[in-house]
Structures are given as structure tokens and as C-alpha cells.
């Protein structure tokens, strides 16, 4: 895959832009993934949510939860050390986090109106919950590197032809933000 932009884009307003990341859950995690394993993801996620937290701006974590089962399969809480105090958690039941979730209600309590995407699947969970966010008018940006899909070429197909239609594509390390 070809590295997205090099040049550095923009600071992100840290009060109208949230991280979104999709589906960090142990069971999701540790599936085979490419182009990166998911502990890979991880930890890109990760360091992404410790600079929006530093930076005052919005964590958004989702989770899948499967519909009408009396219990939830071993793993499907969120990743153990993800959340902080003050992230928004989202429980969704389809591939999208918009769906029933209250999640477009929440960001707009918050002025949000750009989302930073990460997570896993590329094509499934990040996707589908972007494109929901593109319909609603947010601004989306997608840090690549901190997402992977079940192989490499479902997720170079959303990194390649379908995110740069819905946004920009960038890595984690050119996300910035700073002041608004």
C-alpha cells in the first residue's frame, strides 16, 4: 500500500474533534488481522487516545455486543487499559456505532464535528460507522495505521478507494491537534 500524504496536515480543533475507535475489544483483537496484528493497532490506538485525553479532546470508544444472546462471549469488554475517565463508551449491536446508539446525540452535545477514525475491521465496523458519520456531515479523518481488517486487501480497498471519497487518510503521526 502506498503511505498516505507526507506533508503535515492542519491542527484538529481539540474542542469540536473526537477519536473514534471501533470495536478494541480482547476477542476482536486477537483475531488474525492484516496488514497489522491487532496488538499493533492497540497500541497506535492507544497512544492516540492518551494525546486527544492531553490535548482536552473527546475519546469515543465503541464496542460490538451481539443481540439477543443471554451472555456475551468471553472478550467483549473493551481492551483492558483503553478507557479513561471522561471517554464516551458506545455499545452497538450492528456493524455501525451510529445505529439505536445515541452516538450522533452525544458528539453533538459535545460540538463535536470531525471524527478521527481507528479500529478493527478496516472495512466493517470503521467503515460502516463512517459512512453513517459522513451522511450525519461530520469531517472524518482516518489514522491508517491504527486499524486492520481481516486481510490485507479488504483493508487497502477502504484505505485506498473508499476513505479518500469520505475524508482524509493519514497516519497516526500526522494527526495534530491544537488550538481552535
Partial sequence: MTAPEAEPRPALDPARTALVLVDLMDRIVALPLAPRTGTEVLSTAEELAVAFRKAGALVVLIRV??????????????AAGLAA???IEIVKRTIGGFQGTGLDERLREHGITTLVFGGIATNLGVESTARAA?????????AE????AFTAAEHDASVRLDFPRLGTVVTAAQVRLGAG
Fill in 145 to 148: 495505521d491504527a486499524m486492520s
Fill in 85 to 87: 475517565e471522561g471517554d
Fill in 134 to 142: 459522513g451522511d450525519l456531515g461530520y469531517d472524518l479523518v482516518f
Fill in 65 to 78: 455486543e451481539r443481540p439477543g444472546v443471554a451472555e456475551q462471549p468471553s472478550g467483549s469488554g473493551l
